[in-house]
Nanobody
């Protein structure tokens, strides 16, 4: 199991930016794809963006394309989510997750069940 710890959430005005970080334990972080999901009150947890083990492939939900950017730093065992042009509808708890099933695969999972371990989440609130 990989321990994941998110940070960087907070309160920001619409149009502002935040950068979330997800630090992973263990030396196998770089073997696997990572993803960010979010869950707003009363809604299902939804996929936001994912990145392959190498960083060579990414996949974004339509709702965040052009505004959010995912990246990873294997030396730091960390994946980042840069969020720009934030909107009130981006308000949610953001979770990072790791897919430990497919090692070294250039594939970006987009479904919750494809991820094995999850962080505790970090709250992002965007005021109008």
């Amino acid at each position: 199991q990989v321990q994941l710890v998110e940070s960087g959430g907070g309160l920001v005005q619409a149009g502002g930016s935040l950068r979330l970080s997800c630090a992973a334990s263990g030396r196998t972080f770089s073997w696997y794809a990572m993803g960010w999901f979010r869950q707003a009150p009363g809604k299902e947890r939804e996929f936001v963006v994912g990145i392959s083990w190498s960083g060579g492939s990414t996949y974004y939900a339509d709702s965040v394309k052009g505004r959010f950017t995912i990246s990873r730093d294997s030396a730091k065992n960390t994946v980042y989510l840069q969020m720009n042009s934030l909107k009130p509808e981006d308000t949610a708890v953001y979770y990072c997750a790791i897919d430990r099933t497919r090692r070294y695969k250039d594939y970006v999972p987009t479904r919750r069940y494809e991820y094995d371990d999850w962080g505790q989440g970090t709250q992002v609130t965007v005021s109008s």
